[in-house]
């Protein structure tokens, strides 16, 4: 990783916050390179709409640095807003306005002049597929069309920092990945994200890094798969028909654990084809029937778990 | 560009964008300018016989009433128009939208200044349609030209004033119905002066509020431009008394605008 400041996009150092009493951030360090996806997770609580209020210039922080784009966000506080475009958990779009009145209004404080404002924001209501609605107001829109306006108003800037807090919280699966796709193609074209999400797939579909926060600390840091290394590895789970053939199953495998309820056996393995297929070898040698077979592969699940220490982890949604 | 250009550039987008809300939402300005004139009739019509038989004078009556009223009414205009200011500013919190202003490079007093600059066109339009009605039912100004843009330089500064407060009234409350509550004494205030009646026909107690409250110098300063009537000091202390609530305003509104904010 990188560690030079010239291609971070994103630092912070010891950034705290408390509101009263309580404590929110407590301690927080990461670095995000420039052209990267950087992907803050945590349940709701966890403090991750905070930490994008202070690097937006909206919340002072009480303690700690933060650099975005290479400014101070305490002392160049414009020069930041300059450089980024914040996409919110709860779309800030003017409902008296119609989708393409909230573009030029955007386009105009940019300071794009009339004829460069209208092309850019005809360009991106035609990329974000928002063209038939552009001359209808928000409140007709369905919750991913509001997200992608939200979106949309934020990038008129050309920004190469672009914050997206919980950006398909509440969309269906459809708009989701219509989401993804935009994210995607904005890392694609240079620009930096920083994402903040509950949902673990998307962490683990977007982000290049991926940073755990629970309870105002980062409990863990690592691309995807650097954090699925950390917890122990995938399973096998094998279903039979009668407890005679379970008890059959268990002395052919190793290491299996069964579940004498459901008739099942977790066979550990490290997700490739050939565990798969040793382990099935051996049930045919024995010429055992297996009722059914699923395979377990650990996801950032199983990590939050496993740092966390808290099965009950209820608040993160795995989707 | 430098701080003015920038400052005077977005002001003028904000301003733009607030006229078309005004245009988008029509029920509220019908509200904000059918109040008034309602309470207009309502004086002049069932109260203004008898109420204008108490004013003494030569005439008396409806007419003299009507006379009497319209000041009061203007004000109460004013009053109740600012009222869509701290809607709409309290409106734009919820939406989130003035996150979303805070988080870009603009001039940071511009969506402030575009709520006041929208605010006071609305007002002052409403002034004008509430005057329009008070003439055509027997309102008689007396005075010349000059009085009349002395009154409405009177009427702006109000107008003015009441916006930078109820501006910081829309941003401290939490929510959209609040803000609407919350400047509703401001329509109260012209009827506990002499907007409606002579503050000498009042209770001790109320008489004494009423006398120094801020609405009793501003109704006589505009009653005097309009029909001639005795001024005095009422000049001076409206001036003060707006210039007074203008400043709390405007800093509360910019202390409550920056709360958080980094600078």
């Known amino acids: 990783m990188p560690n030079s400041p010239s291609h971070a996009a994103i630092t912070a150092t010891g950034l705290r916050k408390s509101f009263g009493d309580h404590s929110v951030l407590d301690g927080i360090d990461f670095h995000v ?121 934020g990038l008129v800037g050309n920004p190469r920092i672009v ?62 798969g650097e954090l699925k290394r950390r917890v122990p590895g995938g399973h096998v789970r094998l279903a039979f028909a009668d407890a005679d053939a379970l008890e059959t199953a268990v002395r052919t495998l190793d290491g299996a654990a069964r579940d004498d309820d459901a008739l099942t056996l977790r066979v550990p393995t490290d997700g490739s084809v050939g565990s798969l297929k040793a382990v099935l070898d051996r049930l045919d040698d024995r010429s055992l029937a297996v009722d059914g077979l699923s395979l377990h592969t650990p996801d950032l699940d199983d990590v939050f778990l496993a740092l966390t220490g808290r099965p009950d982890s209820g608040k993160v949604e795995l989707r | ?49 008898t109420l204008g038989a108490g004013l003494g004078g030569v005439s008396g009556g409806r007419a003299a009433y009507v006379d009497y009223v319209a000041p009061g009414i203007i004000l109460l205009t004013v009053a109740g128009a600012v009222q869509g200011t701290a809607i709409t500013v309290a409106m734009d919190t919820a939406d989130g939208i003035i ?24 007002c002052m339009l409403s002034v004008a349609i509430v005057v329009v009605v008070a003439l055509l039912v027997g309102f008689r100004p007396t005075t010349g030209p000059a009085e009349w843009v002395g009154a409405i330089g009177i009427i702006a500064m109000v107008a003015w004033a009441l916006t930078w407060l109820t501006v910081a009234l829309g941003l401290v409350t939490k929510s959209v119905e609040a803000a609407s509550n919350l400047p509703q004494p401001l329509i109260l205030l012209p009827f506990f002066g002499s907007g409606f009646v002579p503050t000498d026909s009042m ?28 001024i005095g000091d009422s000049a001076l202390l409206s001036v003060a008394w707006c210039a007074a609530i203008t400043l709390i305003g405007f800093v509360w509104a910019r202390a409550l605008y920056d709360r958080d904010l980094v600078r």
């Open chain 1, 33 to 153: 390179p420039e052209g990267t996806i950087f992907s803050l997770l945590g349940p709701n609580g966890a403090g991750k709409t905070t930490v994008v209020r202070i690097l937006s210039t909206l919340l002072r922080p009480d303690g700690g640095e933060a650099r975005v784009g290479g400014h101070d966000v305490a002392r160049e506080p414009d020069a930041v807003r300059a450089a980024i475009g914040v996409t919110g958990q709860f779309s800030a779009v003017d409902d008296l306005l119609t989708g393409e009145e909230n573009m030029i209004l955007m386009a105009d404080l940019h300071h794009l002049g009339r004829r460069e404002g209208r092309r850019r924001a005809a360009d991106l209501l035609a990329r974000f597929d928002l063209v038939e609605a552009a001359k209808q107001r928000p409140a007709t829109y369905s919750g991913g069309m509001r997200r992608r306006l939200d979106l949309a108003m």
């Open chain 1, 163 to 224: 914050f997206l807090d919980e950006p398909t919280t509440g969309l269906d699966p459809r708009s989701r990945r219509t989401m993804w796709r935009i994210v995607r193609d904005l890392v694609a074209g240079g620009v930096t994200i920083f994402l903040t999400t509950q949902y673990l797939e998307e962490a683990d579909q977007l982000a290049d890094r991926v940073a755990l926060l629970d309870r105002g600390r980062l409990v863990a840091e690592g691309t995807p």
């Open chain 2, 1 to 49: 560009m430098n701080f003015l250009t920038l400052w005077a550039n977005d002001s003028a987008t904000m301003l733009r964008r607030n006229l078309r809300h005004i245009r988008r939402y029509p029920s509220l300005t019908l509200l904000l300018v059918g109040t008034p004139v309602v309470i207009l009739l309502l004086f002049v019509y069932v109260f203004g016989g």
């Open chain 2, 99 to 122: 996150a979303r202003f805070r988080s870009m490079a603009i001039s940071r007093a511009s969506v402030l200044t575009g709520h006041v600059l929208s605010s006071m066109i609305q």
């Open chain 2, 203 to 230: 209770p001790t107690g109320l008489r004494w509020f009423a006398e120094y409250q801020p609405f009793t110098p501003i109704v006589e300063t505009l009653r005097g431009l309009l029909l001639g009537t005795a």
